[in-house]
C-alpha cells in the first residue's frame, strides 16, 4: 500500500529525492540496506550511493527496485528523472539570477508588446522566456552561435547601436520568416519576376507589399516586416538561411514609400549579387540606406546592390529617354512614373540622387508610413503563453 501511496504523490508532482524514499520503504519493512542489496543483487556500495543520493537510480536498478517493493519499473525511473529535472531547474534558476544584468541589455519592453514575453513574467522567468526566445542555454552560447555568423554591417561605428538589441531583432525576423510558407530559391525565376516586383511599387502601400510578399516567397526569399528595435539602429538585413531559403527583413525606421521600395530592392541585390560571398547583410544606417559607409570593402557591396535597387526601379534607359526628351515637372515626372509602373515618390527620389532635382523638391509626393510596417505582420505562434 505504501508503494501506491508514493506513486499516486510523485502524480501529484511532488519532488523527493530517490535516496530519502528508499530509506523510507525500507524502513517501512523493518530492513537495512544490506537486506536491500542481498534481495536485489545490488552491490553494498552502490545502494548506498543511491540512498545517499550520490548515484542515480538505473533501469537496471529501478527493475530490482519494482521487484522488491511490489512496485514498477517506471515509478522509479520517473521519481529519479523529476528528481533531476527538479535539481537542473534549482541550478539553472541560480544561474539566472546571476545573468540578470545581462538579461537587462535586450529589449525587454519591446519583447513584452509584441508577446514574446510575458508581461507579468517575475525577473528570473523573464532570463528564462528570453533564453527560449534566442534559442540557447546561455548567454555563452548565444555567444558561440553569434559569432559563427558571417554578418556584415553597412555601418561599423553607430554609437547607440548595441550588440544585444541587433541579435534580438535578427532572432525576430527568423521567427517571421518561418511563418512563411516559401518555394525553393531559383535565380532565374527571380530574375524574371523583376519587373513584376517593380509593378507592386506602383501599387498602394499595402496591396503592394502582400503583392511582393507573395512573389518574393514563391521565390525561396521570406519578405517580412518588423518593429524597429531603437537601440540597434538597424533598417533591414539579407540573409540565406539554407542555399534555397532567404530572408529579406525591413524594419519601420523606414518612413517613407520611396526608401521602402528602394530597401526592398537593395537588399534583394545583395541576394542576388553576392549570394556566392556567403554573407550576411545587416544595413544599420543612420538616417537612411543611403548613407555612407564606413568599410571601404563593404562600400563596393553596398553600391553595387544600391545600383541594383535604383536601375531595377527605374530602369536606366527609359530613365535617359526621359531625361532628354521632357522638362523635370511636377506633371511629367508624374506621368512619367506612370508609365514605368512606379509610384512618382520612386522617380523623384531617383532624380533627387541623381542630383537633377534638388533634395527639397517634389518630396510632398513621397506617402509617410509610420505606421503600415508595424500592421504588416502579425508574429507567429512562438509568443509567450
Known amino acids: 500500500m505504501r508503494s501506491v501511496q508514493k506513486e499516486n504523490a510523485v502524480g501529484q508532482n511532488q519532488v523527493y529525492p530517490p535516496g530519502k524514499i528508499i530509506r523510507e520503504y525500507l524502513e517501512a519493512r523493518c530492513w537495512n540496506q544490506t537486506d536491500l542489496a542481498k534481495r536485489t543483487g545490488i552491490t553494498p556500495k552502490t545502494v548506498s550511493e543511491i540512498c545517499n543520493g550520490k548515484a542515480p537510480i538505473t533501469p537496471r536498478t529501478a527493475y530490482a527496485l519494482g521487484k522488491v517493493f511490489q512496485s514498477t519499473t517506471s515509478f522509479w525511473l520517473n521519481l529519479q528523472r523529476q528528481f533531476d529535472e527538479w535539481l537542473l531547474m534549482q541550478q539553472h534558476r541560480l544561474q539566472q539570477e546571476q545573468w540578470s544584468n545581462w538579461t537587462q541589455k535586450f529589449p525587454i519592453n519591446q519583447l513584452k508588446k509584441i508577446g514574446y514575453i510575458s508581461p507579468s513574467d517575475m525577473d528570473a522567468d523573464i532570463t528564462e522566456s528570453l533564453l527560449s526566445f534566442l534559442g540557447v542555454v546561455s548567454p555563452d552560447s548565444l555567444e558561440r552561435v553569434w559569432e559563427t555568423l558571417p554578418v556584415t554591417f553597412r555601418q561599423t561605428r553607430i554609437d547607440y547601436a548595441t550588440h544585444e538589441y541587433t541579435i534580438a531583432w535578427i532572432r525576430l525576423s527568423e521567427f517571421y520568416a518561418q511563418a512563411i510558407a516559401i518555394s525553393d530559391f531559383k535565380l532565374a525565376s527571380i530574375n524574371n519576376s523583376i519587373e513584376l516586383l517593380r509593378s507592386c511599387a506602383g501599387s498602394e502601400i499595402n496591396a503592394g507589399l502582400r503583392a511582393a510578399t507573395s512573389i518574393c516567397a514563391s521565390n525561396g526569399i521570406a519578405l517580412v ?39 526592398l530592392f537593395h537588399e534583394l541585390g545583395h541576394l542576388l549579387l553576392h549570394k556566392n560571398t556567403n554573407k550576411f547583410f545587416i544595413d544599420n544606417a543612420v538616417d537612411s540606406v543611403l548613407d555612407k559607409v564606413v568599410d571601404p570593402q563593404v562600400q563596393k557591396l553596398e553600391d553595387e546592390a544600391n545600383r541594383f535597387a535604383e536601375d531595377a526601379l527605374v530602369p536606366p534607359a527609359m530613365l535617359a529617354d526621359f531625361i532628354n526628351d521632357a522638362d523635370l515637372s511636377d506633371n511629367n515626372i508624374s506621368s512619367f512614373a506612370h508609365s514605368i509602373g512606379v509610384k512618382t515618390s520612386i522617380v523623384v527620389a531617383r532624380l533627387q540622387r541623381e542630383e537633377l532635382l534638388k533634395k527639397s523638391q517634389f518630396n510632398r509626393r513621397k506617402r509617410k508610413i509610420n505606421s503600415i510596417l508595424k500592421s504588416r505582420s502579425v508574429p507567429p505562434e512562438h509568443r509567450s503563453a
Open 225 to 263: 516586416f518588423l518593429p524597429e528595435f531603437n537601440e540597434s539602429g538597424i533598417t533591414c538585413c539579407a540573409r540565406w538561411l539554407t542555399p534555397k531559403r532567404a530572408i529579406i527583413a525591413l524594419s519601420d525606421r523606414l518612413k517613407t514609400d520611396d526608401l521602402l521600395w528602394f530597401t
